[in-house]
């Protein structure tokens, strides 16, 4: 019959072996997915810097000319998510090319 602290030593070493295990699949994932990051902004930068000069139509009354990094100051709003400059090709534009604002600029 086996000793208690046998079985139990016996568990505690599998289950080390099957920590490493998925802390080594782990390790793999993560090193997979930075270079599916890399490769990713190698082929899809981000357009815009932040010296751009972005040309707003605010409501169709009021023509503005903003730095893009007005815009982007503040990281996770929703500004800097729409003028990072990923969204350029499919955001809102008038006649003249102007990114359109549906809001009244008063």
């Known amino acids: 019959m086996t000793e ?3 079985s139990i030593t016996d568990a505690v070493t599998h289950l080390h072996n099957l920590l490493q295990t998925k802390e080594k699949e782990l390790k793999e994932r993560e090193a997979d997915f930075s270079r599916r990051v890399k490769l990713f902004e190698t082929t899809n930068p981000a357009m815009g810097s932040d010296n751009d000069i972005i040309q707003l139509n605010v409501g169709g009354r009021t023509n503005i000319a903003v730095l893009r990094n007005l815009l982007t100051q503040f990281e996770g709003s929703m ?14 534009k008038d006649r003249d090319g102007n990114i359109f604002v549906d809001q009244d600029p008063e």
Do not use: I, V
Not at 79 to 85: H, V
């Open 79 to 92: 500004l800097a998510a729409k003028f990072s400059g990923r969204w350029d090709d499919s955001m809102e």
């Open 4 to 6: 208690p602290t046998e």
